[in-house]
């Protein structure tokens, strides 16, 4: 068993690929940082270039805020992990707020129909790269979210836009990075020594950290979105959740956020105080668990970002693990403790 770590692609899945063009006219872009800067520069064309984004945030969201020559003002969460509404006239006129769904556990919809009530001008940009579910919420301008983190595919993202449309007249290149993550995940699939698939799934990790501009999604991207059956995947994960939920409990884990039968988690974190040695020993139980994130010199003064970084482990619940791999996850975190 081996539970965590990038999704691996078998080549049967995309054996339509070959004869596939795309039926919709929907533009993918490459990954979440893509979708950002495409939203950045439409907004730029009419609003100042400033920016409020929370400091309990990757450092690719800082980056594709740089990249698309925004002026960052950060903003500390409160502790359900929302803009405070309170510092409101923090942000000056036209200017942009983001907000992140947070593991897809944060329900924004009533904090931005405040927002958008008294402060219309503000363009609000909500963030569901970790929820892929949650896209289509209808007070944002824009959101946005990434394909990669919740299904077998190397690339992919899109943007929601409210009353406008992204009108780029620009013709986007494909971005370079899915192809060596394209054969890493075929490589993952068939069972080759880690280093080998990880070496290609690095490269690929490589390539996206060295572009700062706006590229499209692969082909593969366009049909993993058009032929997979995302209600399937949706009910997997809530079944996962739920299960890791009780058996965690059970056990007395100390989970970030309450049981929520609506949410669709990307995974479920907990906090633990022996976090580093406890991911450490899941290791030898070819357990792979994700943190979210270490932190960075823009954030290292921000104590909830401060804390994550520290203590919470991400439990793993997507559509790859069957009801025997989540009881595994738990009981060897159990022993581990
Ligand atoms: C909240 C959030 N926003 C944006 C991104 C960027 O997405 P991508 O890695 O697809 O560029 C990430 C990536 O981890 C993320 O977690």
């Given at each position: 068993?081996?539970i965590?770590?990038?999704?691996?692609?078998?080549?049967?899945?995309?054996?339509?690929?070959?004869?596939f063009s795309?039926?919709?006219?929907?533009?993918?872009?490459?990954?979440?940082?893509?979708?950002?800067?495409?939203?950045?520069s439409?907004?730029?064309?009419?609003?100042p270039?400033?920016?409020?984004i929370?400091?309990?945030?990757c450092p690719?969201?800082?980056?594709?805020?740089?990249?698309?020559d925004?002026?960052?003002?950060?903003?500390e969460?409160n502790?359900?992990f929302?803009?405070?509404?309170?510092?409101?006239?923090?942000?000056?006129?036209n200017?942009?707020?983001?907000?992140?769904?947070?593991?897809?556990?944060i329900e924004?919809?009533?904090?931005?129909?405040?927002?958008?009530?008294?402060?219309?001008d503000?363009?609000?940009?909500?963030d569901?790269v970790?929820?892929?579910?949650?896209?289509?919420?209808?007070?944002?301008?824009y959101?946005?979210?990434?394909?990669?983190?919740?299904?077998p595919?190397?690339?992919?993202?899109?943007?929601v836009?409210?009353n406008?449309?992204?009108?780029h007249?620009?013709?986007?290149?494909?971005?370079t990075?899915?192809?060596?993550?394209?054969?890493?995940?075929v490589l993952?699939?068939?069972?080759?020594?880690?280093?080998?698939?990880?070496?290609?799934l690095?490269?690929?990790?490589c390539?996206i950290?060295?572009t700062n501009?706006?590229?499209?999604?692969?082909?593969?991207?366009?049909y993993?979105?058009?032929?997979t059956?995302?209600?399937?995947?949706?009910?997997?994960?809530?079944?996962?959740?739920?299960?890791?939920?009780?058996?965690?409990?059970k056990?007395?884990?100390n989970f970030l956020?309450?049981?929520?039968?609506?949410?669709?988690?990307?995974?479920?974190p907990?906090?633990l105080?022996?976090r580093?040695?406890?991911?450490?020993s899941?290791h030898?139980?070819?357990?792979?668990?994700?943190i979210h994130?270490p932190?960075a010199?823009y954030?290292?003064?921000?104590?909830?970002s401060?804390?994550?970084?520290?203590?919470?482990?991400?439990?793993?619940?997507?559509?790859?693990y069957?009801?025997?791999?989540?009881?595994?996850?738990?009981?060897?975190?159990?022993?581990?403790?």
């Amino acid at each position: 068993m081996r539970i965590g770590g990038e999704f691996e692609i078998n080549p049967k899945d995309l054996k339509g690929l070959p004869d596939f063009s795309p039926k919709s006219n929907i533009l993918l872009y490459s990954n979440g940082r893509s979708a950002l800067m495409a939203i950045l520069s439409h907004i730029k064309k009419t609003n100042p270039s400033i920016i409020h984004i929370p400091y309990y945030i990757c450092p690719s969201v800082v980056f594709a805020c740089e990249a698309s020559d925004f002026q960052i003002h950060f903003y500390e969460l409160n502790s359900s992990f929302s803009f405070p509404i309170e510092n409101l006239e923090s942000i000056k006129k036209n200017e942009v707020l983001l907000c992140v769904n947070y593991f897809g556990f944060i329900e924004s919809n009533l904090l931005f129909q405040r927002i958008k009530e008294d402060r219309p001008d503000i363009i609000i940009i909500s963030d569901q790269v970790q929820s892929f579910w949650k896209n289509e919420d209808i007070w944002p301008d824009y959101s946005f979210t990434s394909f990669r983190k919740h299904f077998p595919t190397p690339d992919g993202a899109i943007v929601v836009a409210k009353n406008t449309e992204l009108n780029h007249n620009k013709y986007f290149d494909t971005n370079t990075f899915f192809w060596p993550k394209f054969i890493g995940s075929v490589l993952k699939h068939y069972h080759v020594h880690d280093s080998v698939y990880l070496k290609f799934l690095k490269e690929g990790e490589c390539k996206i950290d060295a572009t700062n501009e706006i590229t499209k999604a692969s082909e593969i991207a366009y049909y993993i979105f058009e032929n997979t059956n995302f209600e399937t995947i949706k009910q997997k994960r809530k079944e996962n959740y739920k299960l890791i939920f009780e058996l965690g409990t059970k056990h007395g884990l100390n989970f970030l956020f309450p049981y929520n039968e609506n949410t669709v988690p990307l995974c479920v974190p907990i906090i633990l105080e022996s976090r580093d040695s406890v991911k450490a020993s899941l290791h030898s139980s070819n357990i792979f668990l994700p943190i979210h994130w270490p932190l960075a010199d823009y954030n290292s003064t921000s104590l909830i970002s401060q804390r994550m970084a520290e203590k919470e482990l991400s439990l793993v619940i997507d559509q790859r693990y069957s009801t025997a791999e989540m009881e595994y996850q738990i009981n060897c975190l159990i022993k581990s403790l």
